[in-house]
């Protein structure tokens, strides 16, 4: 049964900074495409970075400059490296897998961000 767990939420200052981690089990292989998604209270989630194969890496337009994803296969594991964070950036961050044309979601990881 794959799951993907992250780590590394909590509180910080405005300005600060964070390193998100999901490391998924349960896979044989590495997944095909990681992706982080956020939801903050009352508003839909949203995209905040995605990584291909191919580790092409897009993201959220609220997020650009500022965030940075990236994997590591061996591990099967993806990070969020998350900078100059702003309170708007409070939510329950998702992570999110492809493996073989399934999704697969965490349960998520609060990160709190105050002025």
């Known amino acids: 049964q794959v799951q993907l767990v992250e780590s590394g939420g909590g509180l910080v200052q405005s300005g600060g900074s964070l390193r998100l981690s999901c490391a998924a089990s349960g896979m044989t292989s590495s997944a095909n495409v990681w992706g982080w998604y956020r939801q903050a209270p009352g508003k839909e989630r949203e995209l905040v970075a995605v990584m291909d194969s191919g580790s092409i890496p897009n993201y959220g337009g609220s997020v650009k400059g500022r965030f940075t994803i990236s994997r590591d296969n061996a591990k099967n594991t993806v990070y969020l490296q998350m900078n100059s964070l702003k309170p708007e950036d409070t939510a329950v961050y998702y992570c999110?897998?492809?493996?073989?044309?399934?999704?697969?979601w965490g349960k998520g990881t609060l990160v709190t961000v105050s002025l």
């Open positions: 999110y897998a492809v493996w073989y044309g399934v999704n697969y």
